[in-house]
């Protein structure tokens, strides 16, 4: 069975930085794509960023192009996201998930068969 652990949220001001990291264990992730999604209260999950295995590929939503950055270094089965200039409308609980084999999917939620228990980012104005 695959695991993937969040790490790295916190309280930071607008207009601060975070990075969070996604420690991957007991599956071959790195044959996988690997994205970030996050759920603000009230709100459905929604796709943030994804990368594909071999980091050539990476995918980001329209309101984080730009601020967010999505790296990988599969030596480490870790997966980063940089996130610069932060607003408070990117408060959230951020989820890391691996499953798609392919870019047209790194935005599907559905696509994703593993799930991080995800942390939490709040950003004051």
């Known amino acids: 069975q695959g695991q993937l652990v969040e790490s790295g949220g916190g309280l930071v001001q607008a207009g601060g930085s975070l990075r969070l990291s996604c420690a991957a264990s007991?599956?071959?992730?790195?044959?996988?794509?690997m994205g970030w999604f996050r759920q603000a209260p009230g709100k459905e999950r929604e796709f943030v960023a994804a990368?594909?295995?071999?980091?050539?590929?990476?995918n980001y939503a329209d309101s984080v192009k730009g601020r967010f950055t999505i790296s990988r270094d599969n030596a480490k089965n870790t997966v980063y996201l940089q996130m610069n200039s932060l607003k408070p409308e990117d408060t959230a609980v951020y989820y890391c998930?691996?499953?798609?084999?392919?870019?047209?999917?790194?935005?599907?939620?559905?696509?994703?068969?593993?799930w991080g228990q995800g942390t939490q980012v709040t950003v004051s104005s």
């Open positions: 998930a691996s499953g798609p084999t392919s870019y047209s999917a790194a935005d599907d939620r559905g696509a994703y068969n593993y």
């Open positions: 007991g599956r071959t992730f790195s044959r996988y794509y």
């Open positions: 990368i594909s295995y071999s980091a050539g590929n990476t």
